[in-house]
């Protein structure tokens, strides 16, 4: 069955939905099924999986299977869309595409945080912060908890806003929701502790391949976002230049550095991840101190980037278009 490709009047509507709707927990959502089905998976694979060997083909298994049925569902869900009305199709389109995309929760999550240091209820402020980092929060300072924050949304403007707008114009919305089966993987196996080294390195990799465009995309477009309102364009270009490739991932260097770069702050710096200290690079420089106006600011960043993003992905589709 033929699927409807993605248009720029249906992108636009996801994203448009993305801005206003975000995650509301009353609607299905399906990176949360996703996310039922690795934990499931991989109850089942461990059984089997007893040698190092062992773990790295059951994490190979893992990774194929989630990924390709993700792709598989949401093609297929759309197509029996189309079979039964253009209209269900167009609607189910949009759906997905809008599941694809993070722009409304990623800041609603991170306004939550600097609420609750607005208000000094720095238990809070952890607790919120734990639902949306994986380091451990319970221990951290006022300026450590800004710091992370402002860390997530920098990273999450790749993972959660570009590219999934990145794949919605390559591939419509079965690519991006498989990219987000890959993102899931990774935030929920791909860690480097003794329990995921070997188990996790198939959804670690993939998940590098994944955003190594989307990534470098969106340091471009933070520097242009903070030259445009921020005044830091340049100097988030020389951060990112200088300090992204420090990282030991090859992709979540590179938006938090232009981050730091456009806000004049520095990230990076030890963090504890399932009971393992991990000294992390700092990236940027010791401009400003932190305070929670960053917070507020990276938010800012991210919305920009990611209607920059939009309108990029939306003139592509625009001249494939009229090219066809």
Same mark, same amino acid.
């Given at each position: 069955?033929?699927?409807?490709?993605?248009?720029?009047?249906?992108?636009? +509507?996801?994203? =448009?939905?993305?801005?206003?709707?975000?995650?509301?927990?009353?609607?299905?959502?399906?990176? #949360?099924?996703?996310?039922?089905?690795?934990?499931?998976?991989?109850?089942?694979?461990?059984? /089997?999986?007893?040698?190092?060997?062992?773990?790295?083909?059951?994490?190979?298994?893992?990774?194929?299977?989630?990924?390709?049925?993700?792709?598989?569902?949401?093609? %297929?869900?759309?197509?029996?869309?189309?079979?039964?009305?253009p209209y269900l199709e $167009? !609607?189910?389109?949009?759906? !997905?595409?809008?599941?694809?995309?993070?722009?409304?929760?990623?800041?609603?999550?991170?306004?939550?945080?600097?609420? &609750?240091?607005?208000?000094?209820?720095?238990?809070? $402020?952890?607790?919120?912060?734990?639902?949306?980092?994986? #380091?451990?929060?319970?221990?951290? +300072?006022?300026?450590?908890?800004?710091? $992370?924050? /402002?860390?997530?949304?920098?990273?999450?403007?790749?993972?959660?806003?570009?590219?999934? *707008?990145?794949? %919605?114009?390559?591939?419509?919305? &079965?690519?991006?929701?498989?990219?987000? &089966?890959?993102?899931?993987?990774?935030?929920?196996?791909?860690?480097?502790?003794?329990?995921?080294?070997?188990?996790?390195?198939? @959804?670690? #990799?993939?998940?590098?391949?994944?955003?190594?465009?989307?990534?470098?995309?969106?340091?471009?477009?933070?520097? *242009?976002?903070?030259?445009?309102? !921020?005044?830091?364009?340049?100097?988030?270009?020389?951060?990112?230049?200088?300090?992204?490739?420090?990282?030991?991932?090859?992709?979540?260097?590179?938006?938090?550095? &232009?981050?730091?770069?456009?806000?004049?702050?520095?990230?990076?710096?030890? @963090?504890?991840?399932?009971? =393992?200290?991990?000294?992390?690079?700092?990236?940027?420089?010791?401009?400003?101190k932190l305070e929670n106006?960053?917070?507020?600011? @990276?938010?800012?960043?991210?919305?920009?980037?990611?209607?920059?993003?939009?309108?990029?992905? =939306?003139? $592509?589709?625009?001249? *494939?278009? =009229?090219?066809?």
């Amino acid at each position: 069955m033929e699927v409807k490709k993605m248009n720029p009047s249906l992108l636009t +509507s996801a994203f =448009v939905l993305d801005l206003l709707m975000g995650d509301p927990l009353w609607l299905p959502h399906p990176v #949360r099924l996703i996310g039922s089905g690795i934990a499931g998976l991989e109850k089942i694979l461990r059984r /089997v999986a007893v040698s190092r060997v062992g773990e790295k083909g059951a994490g190979l298994i893992l990774t194929i299977t989630i990924v390709s049925t993700a792709f598989g569902c949401t093609w %297929l869900t759309i197509a029996v869309g189309r079979f039964i009305h253009p209209y269900l199709e $167009a !609607f189910l389109i949009v759906y !997905f595409s809008y599941a694809c995309l993070a722009t409304k929760s990623l800041g609603d999550a991170a306004n939550g945080v600097s609420e &609750a240091l607005e208000n000094t209820a720095l238990p809070l $402020a952890r607790q919120r912060l734990s639902h949306i980092v994986s #380091r451990e929060t319970n221990d951290l +300072s006022e300026e450590a908890m800004i710091r $992370a924050t /402002v860390e997530t949304v920098a990273e999450n403007t790749s993972d959660g806003v570009v590219a999934p *707008l990145f794949y %919605l114009a390559l591939g419509g919305p &079965a690519l991006a929701m498989a990219y987000k &089966a890959v993102n899931t993987l990774d935030s929920m196996v791909g860690y480097r502790t003794p329990q995921y080294r070997h188990f996790g390195w198939a @959804s670690a #990799r993939m998940d590098d391949w994944a955003n190594y465009f989307p990534a470098r995309i969106t340091g471009f477009l933070v520097a *242009l976002s903070a030259a445009l309102f !921020f005044q830091g364009g340049r100097q988030a270009l020389k951060i990112m230049q200088r300090d992204g490739r420090k990282h030991d991932s090859p992709n979540a260097g590179i938006p938090e550095a &232009a981050t730091a770069g456009a806000l004049d702050i520095q990230l990076g710096g030890p @963090s504890t991840y399932k009971g =393992v200290l991990k000294e992390k690079p700092w990236l940027g420089d010791a401009g400003q101190k932190l305070e929670n106006r960053h917070i507020q600011n @990276s938010i800012h960043l991210m919305q920009s980037t990611g209607v920059l993003m939009g309108l990029c992905a =939306v003139i $592509a589709l625009v001249i *494939l278009e =009229v090219a066809q």
